[in-house]
């Protein structure tokens, strides 16, 4: 579908393609670009009058539509354009609404962090409820989606807050044994492993580095995370290496977790090696109990692995273990859903995260220009897997979004009391400064309160990270050498 945004604030003509993808999914956005093509045209004007700005919206085309809103022109101006910004979005929005009658779930939301906004809210002196009463109003959420972000900041209060001198560390591992078709992830295939050993002496260079860092500057480790890819994918000895290189970090750590998501990566000696690193977490992804589906998708395991994977887990000692489902997977209806929440109950992972198909723009499916899964069923599939957390005891904890998500749903973390991934919270609520080393990961200081945030990103190309590895560590003590 061809959509035509005229508007005068083409620096917000990006966000506002957001939005309109909230309707129409898939588009040919063109900006003051005036076109007879175009089924859909929005036409955007302002005025002021008054220390007041008028923002109005005419739609034409395939529906037709006019909306106008008012909002005080404020004198700080990063508030100012921020205000703009949301106006213009909220206005487009109005439009839409009121002419094709959907209504998303997460009204105008476009971004990541919804609880955010509630926590700004918060911050502001405002009690919670009163908080979740604004944002609602403010964007047009659902109902639903309000009660399930109330559930996850009651949650997330009872964790302590990260002190001045915490960090998180995070350590990637960017290769997997296949790609999965609708991953977006920077990782690349083991293939004949060529990169393998050179990128594990990088990393193990940058770590010795970063070790230095923590020391001078009295750091305490408040989580470790290694994720990917698949470190799991490593070969053993490069996998034990790795793991006894961290086991520095993870015994300072109040938390530690490794990803081994891929049933067909895992044995008893990589078990015993995250045991004996002192890893009490991990994460075993199986996506879906259905065999066909797998294949589909690119994973090359089955249902009975990931069955054998979680008794080796259990063996090995391992309390915690986290399991990844996905919603809207290509062919599932919500039969097939139904039946994987049925069959997660068996392997009794004490967290679970609910996931909704997503397609980016790096993944093969966005590139065979494969459509997502209708809205109405994957929204049945999401309350289904909540229902389903909730009769095990578990808890929603954190909650993330994406764009050109199947049904401009979410992806939420249940866990049973005791069990949330304190990690996942500090990265989904920007609370915490973070060191993260390989390819692709992105540090982050974060000034208490909040104040500020600047990150530094490690390179994402494998072999670019290895040549550059030094100056990957450089970039992080850079941060710390930042005024106020």
Same mark, same amino acid.
């Given at each position: ?18 939005? #309109? ?16 093509? @175009? ?129 998180? #560390?995070?350590?990637? #591992? ?28 990088? &990393?193990? @260079?940058?770590?010795?580095?970063? @070790? ?5 500057? *009295? ?16 070969? =053993? ?5 790795? &793991? ?15 990803? %081994? ?54 063996? %090995?000692?391992?309390?915690? #273990?986290?399991?990844? =489902?996905? @919603? ?12 994987? &929440? ?24 966005? =590139? ?24 095990? *005891? ?23 009391? *005791? ?15 973070? &060191?993260?080393?390989? %390819? ?32 990957? %560590? ?11």
């Amino acid at each position: 579908m061809n959509v035509l945004f005229v508007t005068p604030t083409v620096e917000y003509a990006k966000e506002v393609g957001d939005v #309109i993808s909230l309707f129409f999914g898939r588009i040919n956005y063109l900006i003051n670009m005036p076109s007879q093509d @175009a089924e859909i045209q929005l036409i955007h004007t302002e005025s002021v009058h008054n220390d007041v700005r008028f923002c109005s919206v005419v739609l034409s085309g395939f529906y037709l539509g006019e909306t106008s809103l008012q909002e005080k022109i404020h004198q700080d101006a990063l508030l100012e354009k921020r205000m703009h910004k949301r106006q213009v979005k909220l206005a487009v929005y109005n439009v839409l609404v009121q002419s094709t009658g959907i209504r998303p779930p997460w009204g105008s939301l476009t971004g990541i962090r919804p609880t955010r906004l509630v926590y700004e809210q918060m911050q502001q002196g405002l009690p919670l409820e009163e908080a979740l009463l604004s944002v609602e109003e403010t964007f047009d959420v659902s109902r639903g989606k309000m009660d399930l972000l109330r559930d996850i900041i009651q949650v997330q209060q009872g964790f302590p807050a990260p002190q001045d001198n915490e960090t998180d #560390i995070y350590i990637g #591992i960017p290769f997997c044994v296949s790609r999965c078709y609708y991953c977006s992830f920077l990782s690349g295939e083991v293939g004949k492993g060529e990169l393998l050993e050179p990128y594990v002496q990088a &990393l193990l @260079a940058e770590m010795d580095r970063v @070790a230095v860092l923590i020391r001078e500057k *009295g750091f305490s480790i408040r989580t470790f995370y290694m994720g990917g890819g698949t470190p799991t994918a490593l070969p =053993l000895p490069l996998f034990r290496k790795v &793991l006894e290189a961290s086991k520095g970090l993870i015994t300072m750590a109040k938390e530690a977790t490794v990803e %081994a998501g891929r049933p067909d990566t895992l044995d008893m000696d990589k078990l015993s090696v995250i045991r004996d690193a002192g890893a009490s977490r991990i994460s075993i992804n199986p996506q879906t109990m259905h065999d066909t589906t797998l294949r589909i998708i690119g994973r090359n395991h089955t249902r009975k692995q990931t069955e054998e994977a979680y008794d080796l887990a259990r063996r %090995a000692g391992f309390h915690h #273990i986290n399991m990844d =489902l996905i @919603a809207g997977l290509p062919t599932e209806k919500e039969e097939q859903f139904a039946q994987t &929440l049925e069959w997660s109950h068996t392997l009794r992972p004490e967290s679970l995260t609910i996931h909704t198909l997503s397609v980016k723009r790096s993944s093969k499916m966005h =590139l065979d220009q494969d459509e997502l899964p209708d809205g109405n069923m994957v929204s049945a599939m999401v309350d289904m897997g909540r229902k389903s957390a909730e009769t095990r *005891g578990m808890l929603p904890y954190y909650l993330y979004r994406q764009k050109h998500q199947a049904g401009n749903l979410e992806n939420v973390g249940y866990a049973l009391p *005791g069990h949330a991934c304190l990690y996942n919270i500090d990265m989904m609520e920007d609370v915490c400064s973070v &060191l993260a080393l390989g %390819a692709g990961g992105i540090s982050k200081r974060v000034w208490p309160g909040r104040k500020r945030i600047v990150r530094a990103p490690n390179v994402k190309e494998v072999s670019q990270y290895i040549t550059r590895v030094d100056e990957m %560590a450089q970039r992080k003590r850079d941060m710390w050498v930042i005024n106020e």
